[in-house]
C-alpha cells in the first residue's frame, strides 16, 4: 500500500534531549513537509523540502532539523533548543514541489505524539 | 502571511442534521484544501476546491473566491463524521506547497 508512515506513534524525551521522528513515504513524491500541532489548535510549519537535498523552514523552525538524503525519507530532529516540544508532529507530503496555483494535495501520515518528562 | 478563520470553533450534532462549516481568509487564496482529522489524529484531504463547488457524497464544499470564504457542507451526519475540519490554503504569494491552516472546526455527532 502507498503511503506515509511515521514512527514511533509516542515518544517521551528528557530535558536537553535531542530525539528524532521519522517519516518516510513510498509515495514518489517530491516534496515533504513537517508541521507542529499543540491542543485545540491548527497546523503550524516546521520545515519542507520541495526536492531531495534542499529543504527550508517553515514558521516555526527554531529548535528543530530536518535532512533530505533520500526521497522517500524527511526525518525531524527535536533538539533540547526547543523548549516547548510537547505537542503532535504530522509529516506531509506532495506530488510536487507546488507552485502558486498548485493543485496538490496534501497527504499526511498518522502522527507522533512527544511528550517532554 | 494569509489568515484564516474557522467557525463555529465547536458544533455537537445529532445524527442525522445537517451542518455548515465556513473558512474566511484575508487575502486572495490559492489551492485551498478541506481536512477531516479524526479522533487518532489522522488527517485526510477531502476537497481541492480553489472556486466553484464540488460533492462527495454527504459532503459538499464551495468556495467564492472573490468573497474569501469557502463553505463545508456536510448532509445527514453520521458519528463518523466527529474529529476536527480544517480548511487550509496557500494564498496570493505562496510558493510550493505551503498551507496555511485554520484553527479548525471541532464536530461531535451524537446519537
Redesign the interface.
Known amino acids: 500500500d502507498g503511503g506515509i508512515t511515521q514512527s514511533p506513534k509516542y515518544l517521551f524525551r528528557k530535558e536537553g534531549q535531542n530525539v528524532t521522528l521519522s517519516c518516510e513515504q513510498n509515495l514518489n513524491h517530491d516534496a515533504m513537509y513537517w508541521y507542529r500541532q499543540d491542543p485545540g489548535q491548527g497546523l503550524r510549519l516546521i520545515y519542507y523540502s520541495q526536492i531531495v537535498n534542499d529543504f527550508q523552514k517553515g514558521d516555526i523552525a527554531e529548535g528543530y532539523s530536518v535532512s533530505r538524503e533520500k526521497k522517500e525519507s524527511f526525518p525531524l530532529t527535536v533538539t533540547s533548543a526547543q523548549k516547548n516540544p510537547t505537542a503532535f508532529y504530522l509529516c506531509a507530503s506532495t506530488l510536487t514541489g507546488g507552485w502558486r496555483g498548485s493543485t496538490d494535495t496534501q497527504y499526511f501520515g498518522p502522527g507522533t505524539r512527544l511528550t517532554v518528562l | ?1 494569509i489568515q ?1 478563520e474557522q467557525s463555529p470553533p465547536d458544533l455537537i450534532l445529532q445524527e442525522g442534521a445537517n451542518s455548515t462549516l465556513r473558512c474566511n481568509f484575508s487575502d486572495s487564496v ?2 485551498l ?1 478541506w ?1 477531516h482529522q479524526n479522533p ?6 477531502l476537497f ?1 476546491i480553489p472556486s466553484g463547488t464540488k460533492q462527495n457524497g454527504r459532503l459538499s464544499a464551495t468556495t467564492v473566491a472573490t468573497e474569501r470564504y469557502s463553505l463545508l457542507y456536510i448532509s445527514s451526519s453520521q458519528t463518523t463524521d466527529s474529529g476536527v475540519y ?1 480548511c ?1 490554503s ?1 494564498g ?8 496555511t ?4 472546526t ?1 464536530l461531535q455527532v451524537t446519537l
Request: charged fraction near 5%; proline fraction near 3%; hydrophobic fraction near 40%.
Open positions: 502571511g484564516v490559492n489551492n484544501q481536512f487518532w489524529g489522522q488527517l485526510i484531504n481541492y480544517f487550509a496557500l496570493p504569494t505562496g510558493t510550493a506547497s505551503k498551507l491552516f485554520g484553527t479548525g471541532r
